[in-house]
């Protein structure tokens, strides 16, 4: 898929990199789906994505009229099918490999194949050897487990 392809991104988690990054893709144009596990963490993000808008308007960089226009590609879900309509996806789930790996597996058995889905993680391989070697508790496991790829 070519970048001008894109028209629609999914970010996966509505804490603070992923509110900043939903942000920074609607102010770009894309429609964004938001998800994250419970509303209350989506109405946190987009409570912080308003007022930093609020913040631009303040300082001149962006139109007051433009708020609404910028909160309005934004869609927030819990649901994770939603995110099946996604060209591009960022994850910025906590830097917990258990988590990491359920989410990038769900991503992967919704979206289409072509979709890539980039990772925010500061600390965590994402060679999917990598992250198939580690057990549920988060441990690493021998390098033959997880095989060659
Ligand atoms: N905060 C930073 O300064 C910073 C800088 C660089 C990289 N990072 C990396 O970015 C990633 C996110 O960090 P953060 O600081 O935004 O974390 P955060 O804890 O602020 O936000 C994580 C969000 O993910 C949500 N979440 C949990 N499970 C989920 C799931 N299955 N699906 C969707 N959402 C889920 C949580 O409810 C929470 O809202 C981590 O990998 C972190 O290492 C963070």
């Known amino acids: 898929m070519?970048?001008?392809?894109?028209?629609?991104?999914?970010?996966?988690?509505?804490?603070?990199?992923?509110?900043?990054?939903?942000?920074?893709?609607?102010r770009s144009g894309y429609k964004v789906i938001l998800r994250?596990?419970?509303?209350?963490?989506?109405?946190?993000g987009m409570e912080t994505i308003g007022k930093n808008l609020d913040r631009e308007i303040k300082k001149a960089k962006i139109a007051e009229t433009e708020k609404g226009?910028?909160?309005?590609r934004l869609q927030p879900v819990t649901d994770m099918a939603a995110i099946a309509a996604a060209d591009f996806v960022v994850e910025a789930v906590p830097e917990k490999i258990e988590i990491k790996r359920a989410v990038l597996g769900e991503a992967d058995g919704i979206l289409r194949p072509e979709v890539i889905i980039a990772s925010n993680t500061s600390s965590i391989s994402m060679e999917r050897r990598d992250i198939r070697?580690?057990?549920e508790a988060g441990g690493k496991v021998g390098e033959e487990a997880g095989g060659g790829e």
């Not at 629609?8 to 942000?23: D, F, P, R, W, Y």
């Not at 226009?69 to 309005?72: C, E, F, M, P, S």
């Open 2 to 26: 070519s970048v001008d392809q894109i028209k629609t991104v999914a970010v996966l988690g509505a804490g603070t990199m992923g509110n900043g990054i939903a942000h920074v893709f609607a």
């Open 36 to 44: 994250d596990v419970e509303r209350r963490f989506l109405d946190r």
């Open 69 to 72: 226009i910028v909160l309005g």
């Open 133 to 135: 070697n580690y057990d």
